[in-house]
């Protein structure tokens, strides 16, 4: 029940009847009408007479030209298939970035005495960041489907060590493993190995992925499970492995999954909805293990990448040139980044400096998903 005192409020705020005077007729009360835009009708209703009309709704399609939504859309024809493991470009490991150095930098950024993990460490990304906690001080294990070649990259990454390093008389260990991160029995026996060979596992990068390029309508369904199964099961079993060691271990540790700035945008013009889901599937997946864990002192934060020049990516564009420019168009900073934008960043969530900082998603996107 409303009091009085607010009815008679009411009252007297509201809007009272205008009273109207006409020659010959008694004065009455007559009420405005509510619009009189009805009654108009000029020129500015009319969109080919008003470019900006023309630029809204009430226009047809293609009423103010050809560039209605053409850097928003995606593009049916645009499709690139992740190549067969034989015709993959070899990542090279960076130089002139893991020699000492007398610069003032907080101990916390450390690995000193941790052993990391990296699936997909054998190339592109998770080499690149590999590489970088190795110059941080830690151990490494590489984990990837083509054992040859992360054995060949484990080689190099030492020697490029030893040579950025003269003197130094301890040696990070680096290994290399095999494992198909979409089959947990795969994955079991890589955790294994790791852990014979390391006696122990601190930090896990989870950066085996792929993307393809198709509309969604007819990308094969094989290859979309395919898809699914590295990007976001692989995630899922390589991270649950790696909690449980550390759980019985009664040990801390940072988890950081590889997600991308796809996670949270839709990527134009190159058509690629499953692995968009897959990755925004990836990214709720460390905010959702994050809160699990947190209890057991398990850290787990997700570094979404955008554009990023890698091996694999200079293929494409090779192929693709005119995917470059719109790409870059679209990127506040204008450029793409390259892998070792992502060393600092991996450092980071792995090390101390980040001990309050779990669930967080890092997108070192250049801004892309800020427009």
């Known amino acids: 029940m409303f009091s009085r005192t607010v009815t008679r409020t ?3 705020r509201a809007p009272r009847p205008v009273a109207l005077a006409a020659r010959g007729r008694p004065t009455g009360l007559f009420l405005r009408p509510l619009s009189d835009t009805a009654a108009r009708n000029n020129k500015q209703d009319d969109p080919t007479n008003d470019p900006n ?3 809204t709704n009430k226009a047809p399609d293609g009423a103010s030209g050809e560039h209605e939504g053409q850097f928003a859309r995606t593009d049916e024809s645009v499709q690139i298939e992740y190549p067969p493991d034989s015709e993959m470009p070899s990542q090279p490991v960076v130089q002139g970035r893991g020699g000492m150095h007398f610069k003032r930098t907080l101990a916390s950024f450390s690995l000193e005495n941790k052993v990391s993990m990296v699936t997909g460490g054998a190339r592109g990304l998770g080499l690149v960041m590999a590489q970088g906690l190795v110059a941080s ?15 060949e990259q484990a080689e190099k990454i030492i020697e490029q060590f030893r040579k950025e390093n003269p003197g130094l008389e301890q040696m990070p260990s680096v290994t290399a493993h095999y494992a198909d991160v979409s089959n947990p029995d795969s994955v079991s026996t890589a955790l294994s190995e790791v852990l014979a060979k390391h006696r122990q ?14 509309d969604a309508i007819n990308y094969p369904f ?8 590295v990007n976001v099961d692989g995630t899922y079993l390589f991270a649950t492995g790696v909690a ?17 700035m ?6 134009v013009p190159q058509p690629q909805a499953p692995y968009n889901a897959a990755k925004a599937a990836v990214r709720h997946l460390a ?6 864990w947190a209890v057991h002192g398990i850290r787990v934060n997700c570094i979404s990448p955008g554009y990023m020049l890698t091996a694999l990516t200079r293929k494409i564009l090779d192929e693709n040139p005119q995917l470059r420019e719109q790409w870059t168009s679209l990127i506040p900073v204008g450029k793409m980044g390259t892998p070792e934008d992502l060393m600092g960043a991996v450092t980071f969530l792995l090390s101390d400096a980040s001990k309050y900082v779990t669930g967080a998603d890092l997108r070192v996107d250049g801004g892309y998903t800020l427009t």
Request: glycine share 8%; proline share 1%.
């Open 262 to 267: 796809s996670g949270s945008i839709v990527n």
């Open 222 to 229: 094989d290859r979309m499970q395919k898809l699914w199964g």
């Open 137 to 151: 001080g830690s151990h490494l294990a590489i984990v990837d489907l083509n054992k040859a070649e992360a054995e």
């Open 201 to 214: 596992i601190d930090n896990l990068v989870t950066s085996a992925g792929f993307t393809e390029n198709f």
């Open 244 to 260: 449980k060691h550390l759980m019985e271990r009664k040990a801390p540790g940072s988890i950081v999954m590889i997600g991308s």
């Open 10 to 12: 009411a009252l007297r």
């Open 287 to 292: 905010a959702s293990l994050a809160v699990e």
């Open 53 to 55: 009309l023309a630029a």
